[in-house]
């Protein structure tokens, strides 16, 4: 499932290719994603230039010349592949939206469990951007402070309240795991029991995390991959998750495996409290 780092990834590779190029056609082939695509998609999409490339939280947002946002969520499966003019475009079946730009390239949005979105909005007031959380590398909004506020109101796990895209943007399972490892937390540790000490842990453990991610270009546990096809690696450098049974990387100690709020969790019993 792409998490912040995955969708940072396909932004950066994609946007020297996309910014500044106009769409010249959108074939919608199957319209029926999380939600479905409205019936004007298509034709609101073509003639537009892409302005710019963003990210807010898992979200990727292309602005477009008319202040609107071809917003895209990548959900559990989601793929958004550039093919060059050079490259065929060999189409299966759940390559569901083809986006022509005018040198010839396509952007393919690829989604097997069509779990995924896109939408065009004005990003200023779209439902589906209001109430998320701060972005973990503000540093103004996402500090210690911050977290305390939310230590005052919770009487959830860490863990949950890490995965809560209205307390911090962009986390899911793989990051938290990996940042309570760093932190030295354990994920079923009451929020609200932290120290402020702890809480420092964290936003340092998240910042340190996801910079490491976003430079290993996302993770390829199971299959993405970025903007034009190419795997991640941070999947080889990770500290716990989905290393049940295996040693840690710090002291050895056999990782152990725990389901919190539905979701696996890791941790080693030895460095985390
Ligand atoms: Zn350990």
């Known amino acids: ?21 106009s769409v010249v056609g959108v074939d919608v082939r199957c319209a029926v994603l999380r939600r479905p695509l409205t019936t004007d ?24 010349d008319d202040r609107r946002a071809l917003i895209a969520h990548l959900g559990m499966s989601g793929r958004l592949l550039l093919l060059s003019a050079a490259e065929p475009l060999d189409l299966g079946k759940h390559d569901h939206v083809v986006i022509h730009l005018d040198d010839g390239a396509r952007v393919v949005f690829n989604d097997p469990r069509r779990f995924g979105l896109l939408m065009i909005d004005d ?5 589906l951007l209001r109430g998320i959380g701060p972005e973990p590398f503000d540093a103004g909004r996402f500090d210690c402070d911050y977290l305390e506020r939310w230590r005052r109101k919770t009487k959830r796990t860490v863990k949950d309240v890490l995965m809560d895209q209205h307390v911090v943007a962009g986390l899911g399972n793989i990051y938290v795991n990996e940042i309570l490892f ?16 702890e809480l420092h842990l964290l936003v340092d453990a998240t910042r340190q995390i996801l910079t490491e991610a976003i430079e290993h270009r996302g993770s390829s546990i199971s299959d993405f991959l970025d903007g034009i096809g190419r795997r991640g690696g941070y999947q080889w450098r990770r500290r716990v998750y989905d290393r049940a049974g295996e040693p840690c990387v710090r002291c050895h ?20 409290r």
Not at 123 to 127: A, G, K, L, V
């Open 1 to 21: 499932v792409p998490e912040l780092p995955e969708v940072e990834t396909i932004l950066r590779t994609l946007a020297p290719l996309v910014e500044g190029r």
């Open 41 to 64: 998609f298509a034709e609101t999409l073509a003639g537009r230039t892409v302005v710019r490339l963003s990210r807010r939280a898992k979200y990727l947002l292309f602005a477009l």
């Open 123 to 127: 990003p200023e007031t779209s439902p």
């Open 182 to 197: 760093v932190a030295g937390i354990r994920p079923r540790r009451s929020f609200a029991r932290l120290t402020r000490a």
């Open 253 to 272: 100690t056999a990782i152990k495996s725990v389901v919190v709020g539905q979701r696996s969790s890791f941790y080693c019993p030895n460095c985390q």
